[in-house]
């Protein structure tokens, strides 16, 4: 956010005198709550500016603000010199050394919606008529039907200065009140998007620049994860980094002031005579070296202006800075000269602002939900709430850490963020409101972690290192469509017809209850549901006939055990020939194989011990479902020579195959996958996007090999 702005009417003479008499009462009424607010928007502008620790959002700031310009348009009398309303920003913090600038760092009056906007086009309009109107004399002036205006992203970081002495940076002001700021210098030479010198042959002698500091969203997550390995406590938002950034005295953080970006806005001074735009000035800025935002356009009247705001919104999410709306300037100079300014804002620009993303509320209650993999996941039940431009009613808590981490308690005020259409998440805790709620008798919860499934009252579980507890009973309501779509699958059982729509007509119809139940189904019994006549249910039986003879690593990927894919499931079937052998194994004798580790021991170990998981089991096979043996490996002297012989190999990310395949040909070169990386791996092949498992195969000192590297070392080792 560039600046805290709000709307500013002109006053003229003293309607409170001249109108008919204001009661007395709410006169003094009036008088009360503007000072009230004039001192709580001073205290905020103070954090906001100066501290850069706001205590409220900004839709909450806009709405104290729009209440004092309203009471002190309805009352002139109560409009002081020193009022929030005629103030920019705040005075500039302790500590810093200060200069003036050379002109005043004004602020933005703000439309919040359409109708504001053309308000806004129309009243600037009319000025530039009537003056039109003056200079023509006798003759009246034809009404400006179109202004052109120039559209630029509204940034949500930290203005400042730059000022250029022929050509070379000199000196770097914060907005401080407009009229003096922080000399700031020294840190903004760190930013390394601010030339040194301008890249011209011909600078002006001087040269007032004017921007924003942002911190870009890759650098803030960058700079989080960061903080949080070394147990610092993170950034809350992009623009309190920014702008918090600027005003280090002591223990300066190098790395974060080379991760700001500087983005140009205005030439306050040097700006050659013959240009008539800012949307030409806006081109030479770009060509002196500075970064202009690229979403920047010029719009053909209202209309246009509007149509970009639009559109700019629909974009936002995908951005790679925040915004927090557009702001439009009339683009010709000599009509900007015209129009003037305010005490606090240029009569010739406004921020035309998004709906805000963020809002407080107060968290009612805290409900789990259990998705289709069997993941609980807190949810917030909010006080209904306006943000993003739809009511909130709900939140999205992450896991239990997240709730301890912000320490979240039923009956706390919380704020929230809507960003585009993402589910709402609860941003911070008002910490610094929980004397006043239990002073008025407000219980503070503490949320603990279901110990049973809300849906099937199955014991949950939670795996050492992991964040989510689950529901891990195979015949939780919730999850039966997933858990009956994945055994279905090519890698599972390998049921042909047997996809989502008609797991879900199954599931819908009551048909399929539980898991097992896909084998209890009958021709008569799946005929007339949609699209299943008589031949179709009868090819699908037919395929479930043919699933049920099946080995018992393909069962183990087809019951959905957590963390249990291909590779893991075969080591599971080398160690344990039946399926009662491991369920009667301990959670010691599955971590003792090689290439499974704890967490996938202590998985398979609690679906294994579950009452309910046992059940199901045992109806699989009472239903007709055969493990066939795995095949014997080929002995004696026919054994082709095995290239791979005593290699161990771990496969990570997305492969230009099937990773089976890939699997299968080591496998029949003589070597071995595991699932996990340990001084015993001799290699890693990594596809894409292959995760931490790169990373620990380096830590380890584990060659890491690309697929090409992988056919190599088989062909060399094969000669």
């Known amino acids: 956010m560039a600046a805290r702005s709000g709307k500013k009417k002109a006053v003229a003479g003293n309607p409170d005198e001249s109108a008919p008499a204001v009661a007395k009462a709410d006169l003094d009424a009036a008088r009360l709550r503007v000072a009230f607010l004039s001192d709580e928007l001073r205290r905020h502008d103070a954090l906001y500016y100066q501290d850069d620790a706001p205590e409220i959002t900004d839709a909450e700031y806009d709405v104290l603000r729009r209440e004092l310009i309203a009471l002190e348009t309805q009352h002139p009398s109560l409009v002081l010199p020193d009022s929030p309303t005629q103030q920019v920003g705040a005075k500039p913090a302790e500590g810093f050394e200060t200069a003036p600038h050379r002109s005043p760092m004004l602020s933005l009056d703000n439309a919040m919606n359409a109708d504001e906007m053309r308000a806004f086009d129309a009243r600037i309009r009319r000025m530039l008529t009537k003056e039109a109107d003056e200079e023509a004399g006798d003759e009246e002036a034809s009404p400006l039907a179109l202004l052109d205006y120039v559209a630029e992203p509204k940034l949500d970081g930290s203005g400042i200065e730059l000022i250029y002495e022929n050509g070379v940076f000199a000196q770097g002001l914060t907005r401080g009140d407009g009229q003096t700021g922080e000399d700031v210098t020294v840190n903004l030479e760190r930013v390394p998007s601010i030339p040194k010198r301008l890249a011209t042959d011909n600078p002006p002698p001087f040269a007032s620049v004017r921007g924003e500091i942002i911190l870009p969203l890759a650098a803030f997550e960058t700079l989080n994860r960061g903080r949080i390995a070394r147990d610092v406590r993170p950034f809350e938002n992009p623009r309190n980094a920014a702008a918090g950034s600027l005003r280090q005295i002591h223990d300066i953080d190098y790395e974060r002031l080379g991760s700001l970006e500087f983005r140009v806005y205005a030439l306050a001074e040097g700006r050659p005579d013959s240009f008539t735009s800012q949307s030409e000035t806006l081109e030479l800025l770009g060509q002196w070296g500075f970064i202009v935002s690229p979403e920047i356009g010029v719009c053909h009247g209202v209309d246009e202006a509007i149509a970009f705001h639009e559109d700019l919104l629909t974009k936002r999410g995908n ?19 015209s129009l003037g300014t305010l005490a606090r804002a240029p009569r010739w620009a406004i921020a035309f602002k998004f709906p805000p993303e963020q809002a407080e509320t107060v968290l009612e209650a805290i409900e789990f939900q259990v998705g289709r993999t069997g993941a609980l996941t807190p949810v917030a039940r909010l006080a209904p709430v306006r943000v993003g431009g739809v009511t909130v009613s709900n939140a999205s808590l992450h896991n239990q850490d997240e709730i301890e981490r912000k320490d979240i308690r039923v009956g706390d005020r919380i704020v929230i963020q809507r960003a585009g259409d993402v589910i709402p998440q609860v941003v911070r805790v008002r910490i610094d409101r929980r004397a006043a709620a239990l002073a008025k008798g407000v219980v503070l919860e503490r949320c603990t972690l279901p110990t049973t499934c809300p849906v099937c009252d199955a014991a949950t579980v939670r795996l050492e290192g992991e964040a989510v507890t689950r529901c891990a009973n195979l015949e939780c309501p919730a999850q039966l469509k997933t858990n009956l779509t994945h055994l279905a699958s090519r890698n599972a059982l390998d049921v042909d017809g047997l996809g989502q729509k008609l797991v879900d007509q199954l599931v819908e119809a009551g048909l399929v209850k539980r898991l097992s139940d896909v084998f209890a189904l009958d021709e008569e019994g799946v005929t007339g549901l949609e ?23 393909r069962l183990l990927i087809a019951l959905g055990i957590r963390h249990v894919g291909e590779t893991i499931a075969e080591l599971l079937a080398e160690r ?65 020579p095995q290239s791979l012989e005593g290699l161990t190999f771990v496969l990570t990310g997305t492969m230009s195959r099937a990773r089976g395949e890939i699997k299968a040909e080591i496998v029949a070169a003589g070597g071995k996958v595991t699932g996990s990386v340990s001084k015993k791996t001799n290699y890693v092949v990594a596809g894409e996007d292959p995760g931490s498992k790169v990373k620990k195969a380096g830590d380890l000192g584990v060659t890491v090999l690309d697929e090409a590297g992988l056919m190599t070392l088989m062909e060399t080792a094969s000669d």
Not at 320 to 327: A, M, R, S
Not at 602 to 622: C, I, Q
């Open 319 to 337: 951005l790679p800075v925040e915004i927090d709306g557009t702001v439009f300037k009339v683009d010709a100079l000599d009509q900007q000269a």
């Open 531 to 553: 699209r299943m006549g008589s031949k179709s249910a009868q090819n699908l039986i037919a395929a479930l006939e043919r699933a049920r003879k099946t080995t018992l690593p």
């Open 576 to 640: 344990f020939s039946t399926l009662d052998e491991l369920v009667s194994a301990t959670q010691e004798d599955i971590a003792a194989i090689e290439g499974i580790g704890p967490t996938i021991a202590e998985s398979v170990s609690l679906f294994t011990a579950d009452p309910n998981n046992r059940a199901e089991l045992a109806r699989f096979l009472e239903l007709g479902v055969e493990l066939e043996a795995a095949p014997e490996k080929p002995t004696g002297e026919a054994v082709a």
